[in-house]
């Protein structure tokens, strides 16, 4: 039995560590003997990995990994700069050998970075036989390693394979990094997991009138939201609109939506532990977003039996059949505006596209076949 490690830097609500305990839930136990290594051991999803699976801290040196310098006071701060002065002056390797010594007694066959950046890095100056590096963001959207490119690109040297989550999430990393052994593999859906809550009774009435549109996305200036408010303020005529979520920009948010005159049109749920139900009801799920890697949230709209309106974020155009289970549009606020217009008079259309998501099934089976051959390096 082969014995893998997955390091992440911390398990806080969010799409990558959703995505990694889904992925622990898939892998063949009775072939691979895992542990995870949460270099800050904190996050809202700890308590959802997998029963059987032995979860590692890190250190405290790694206590502020995945807080920005803005956030650090008193001892954190000390910490944080200290970090940064490691990464800076590219003391991080040696450093990065000393601290995985108190923390992994085991020898790994492989070692599998769960999110790029230090992760990536970490990952790379260990002693495991077989070293992967998941990409889950469009760096040319947004390059969280802006300030360490060097220090990256060099730790990428060691990897043996890349793995990206689309492909425009592939062609911005190999580009940025002059990462040449990548390959894409889509992520993980817990499909019977969302099917299932999906079904959950779900008491808000609809307006059999009006269209139900869903939005599920953390108040944050990726997620466009306030081109989605903009935009329902167009159509408020002949939709309904729900928004899951909350976040940052909370207050500007529904500042927004009160000067459009929408605030009190709109359903605002804040966060859910099971937005799914709201999902299902719905008769389309919008994803106004700026930029994505793989948004998985779009195809668990699609397991729970609702269509997709998509602005051309990465990953989409793999994930939607335009007019069949869905529509991706331009990047624009005009775009995606002009397409909700165009929803005016189409709810027995949008029914019908229900009914067809009922056949819907995810590809877990051959997305788990392409990671085993990534793991023995046979993909």
């Known amino acids: 039995m082969k014995k893998i490690l997955f390091v992440n830097d911390e398990m806080t609500m969010g799409g990558v560590a959703r995505i990694l305990n889904t992925l622990l839930k898939n892998i063949d136990r009775t072939k691979y003997e895992v542990d995870l290594l949460v ?46 002065f490691y990464m800076k002056t590219g003391l991080i390797k040696g450093k990065i050998a000393k601290e995985r010594k108190k923390i992994l007694q085991d020898h790994y066959d492989i070692e599998f ?44 040297k060691h990897i043996d394979q890349n793995i990206a989550c689309s492909e425009t999430v592939k062609a911005s990393y190999a580009e940025l990094f002059a990462a040449e052994r990548i390959t894409v593999i889509h992520n993980l859906i817990d499909e019977e997991r969302i099917r299932a809550m999906s079904l959950a009774e779900e008491t808000k009435p609809a307006d059999p009138e009006k269209i139900d549109l869903v939005c599920v996305a953390r108040f944050h200036p990726q997620k ?15 939709c309904d609109l729900t928004v899951i979520g909350d976040g940052e920009l909370h207050e500007e948010i529904h500042a927004l939506a009160k000067e459009k005159g929408v605030e009190d049109l709109i359903t605002w749920t804040g966060m859910m532990g099971n937005p799914y139900p709201l999902i299902r009801k719905a008769d389309l799920f919008v994803l106004p977003s700026l930029y994505e890697g793989y948004p998985t949230i779009t195809i668990e709209s699609l397991v729970s039996d609702t269509p997709v309106l998509a602005c051309e974020v990465a990953g989409v155009k793999e994930q939607l059949l335009q007019e069949e289970t869905g529509w991706v549009i331009e990047n624009s606020e005009e775009a995606f505006t002009e397409a909700l217009k165009q929803l005016k008079g189409k709810k ?21 076949k392409e990671l085993y051959g990534e793991f023995e390096g046979t993909h």
Not at 121 to 142: E, M, P
Request: some cysteine.
């Open 39 to 84: 270099l800050h051991k904190r996050g809202e999803l700890l308590p959802e990995v997998p029963e059987g699976i032995r979860v590692l801290g890190g250190t405290e040196f790694f206590d502020t990994i995945d807080l920005p310098l803005s956030q650090c006071r008193g001892k954190d701060l000390f910490h944080k700069l200290r970090l940064l």
């Open 348 to 368: 027995a259309v949008l029914q019908e596209y229900k009914k067809k998501l009922l056949d819907y099934h995810y590809p877990n089976p051959q997305i788990m």
């Open 224 to 238: 466009g939201l306030d081109r989605l408010i903009r935009a329902y303020a167009e159509v408020k005529d002949f």
């Open 113 to 156: 970075s769960a999110k790029e950046g230090f992760c990536t890095i970490f990952t790379a100056y260990g002693d495991s036989d077989r070293k992967l590096n998941w990409v889950q963001v469009d760096y040319k959207q947004h390059n969280y390693s802006s300030h360490h490119m060097e220090l990256v690109k060099e730790a990428l």
